[in-house]
């Protein structure tokens, strides 16, 4: 066998920095497509459960509950500070919140720290490796069950929303809750469509809660609210904002009171409204 010439040294020297800056590369674009894999937003999977996490629910007392609707934009107000503490002081006296724009358990474990009520974290999406933003439920009243299912996108869409539908018990009668966020996306009126169809077929009382992107003049939600024995719980209160988007709507039961608080500690004001269920 030959051995290697000096003039062979320069070309396996060369050949090897080709297969280096290939192999660093390859190397690199791998790391690459793992991380952008990783980073990439995915829908939250289905779930059914039947307890709430922090303390145990306790049935609200009087002959009314009051509920609240509020898109919650991740703690963060109108003048770009977080501040969950807003939040928090908004929600007080409330028995039942469906939220919207939840960024994780920690921030709706924090929330219902503060306002000692048991909570549920509800994601719609799916990011890092773990639930990452989503509806929650904020709830004093006992929870029989809950199902989390999402609304219905095209493929290749990059935001996920789901709902929520929990079952309650007042005054030892089961209360239907659906809370959800809809998308502001072209197919909103499918997903709108789809959540009012899934209210409607629930047995009364039943309760649809909020941000629903969506006007009374939406030809899908008004609709819903021209349906016999629906009612527009937070009607004609206007939610202090030009266009009313956050939904407070429901049947089978009673309306005694309802307001909302101004928008400061989010976008969106809070909607809330006192229900009763009808006499017997």
């Known amino acids: 066998m030959e051995n290697p010439t000096a003039s062979d040294k320069p070309n396996r020297t060369k050949l090897w920095r080709i297969w280096s800056i290939a192999a660093t590369v390859l190397l690199a ?12 937003k995915s829908p939250a999977l289905p779930a059914y459960g039947r307890t709430l996490n922090g303390p145990a629910p306790s049935a609200a007392a009087g002959k009314t509950f009051r509920i609240a609707s509020y898109n919650i934009q991740s703690g963060k107000g109108l003048d770009g500070r977080f501040d969950l503490g807003r939040t928090a002081k908004n929600l007080q006296g409330v028995d039942v919140a469906g939220l919207n724009e ?32 989503g509806n929650g439920l904020l709830c004093r009243l006992p929870v029989l069950s809950w199902q989390r299912m999402m609304l219905p996108s095209p493929p290749g869409n990059d935001t996920f929303q789901s709902a929520l539908l929990v079952r309650l018990k007042y005054q030892d009668r089961p209360v239907n809750l659906l809370i959800a966020h809809v998308t502001l996306r072209p197919y909103r009126e499918t997903q709108l469509q789809a959540l009012t169809d899934l209210f409607l077929s629930l047995s009364e009382p039943a309760i649809l809660v909020g941000d629903m992107n969506s006007s009374q003049d939406d030809p899908v939600l008004s609709a819903l609210l021209h349906t016999p024995g629906v009612t527009d719980a937070t009607a004609p209160i206007g939610q202090g904002q030009g266009r009313r988007i956050d939904w407070i709507i429901a049947r089978g039961l009673a309306v005694t009171d309802k307001g909302f608080i101004e928008r400061g500690a989010s976008d969106h004001p809070m909607v809330w409204a006192d229900l009763s269920l009808p006499e017997k």
Do not use: H, I, T
Not at 29 to 39: E, K
Not at 107 to 114: I, K, P, T, V
Not at 118 to 131: A, N
């Open 102 to 133: 939840v960024r994780g358990d920690g921030m709706l474990s924090d929330l219902a720290e503060r306002l000692n009520l048991p909570w549920l974290f509800s994601p719609s999406e799916r990011q890092f490796g773990k639930d990452y933003f």
């Open 29 to 40: 674009g791998a790391v690459g497509f793992v991380g952008w894999q990783y980073s990439r």
